[in-house]
């Protein structure tokens, strides 16, 4: 049987509570998915970076990983490091399947979901002096 897991890789950064609405993501996403081991693992700065979660993952048995850049953008941590780190990941775990999506900014779904935030935004007014 195969044994899943879903990887939230996001940047990372000094500040610890950066990191709080990944979390939340994190809990949201699995509460969605009981039977997938939902992670978080940053790019730099924070712990766990995504090779010692991919390691630990591969040792409690995990046979296959999703990993999802919550990145709005596609700069160079997606286009050129990711993809060199899932590249020794495969390397380095050879028994374990590995699959990137798109970063979260480019999908439709969640450019349309942050578009009807920003718009419903609008209904939000001060009262009128």
Known sequence: MTKQALILFAHGARAASWAAPFERLRELTQ???PGVRVSLA???LMTPQLPALVAELTAD????ITVVPVFLGQGGHVLRDLPLMIDQLRID???V???VVEAAGENAAVLNALADYCVSSLSVQAAPD
Request: proline letters at 6%; hydrophobic letters at 30%; glycine letters at 12%.
């Open 42 to 44: 940053f790019l730099e």
């Open 61 to 64: 048995g995990v046979t296959q």
């Open 31 to 33: 509460a969605r998915t």
């Open 97 to 99: 399947g590995i699959d």
């Open 93 to 95: 775990h050879p028994q």
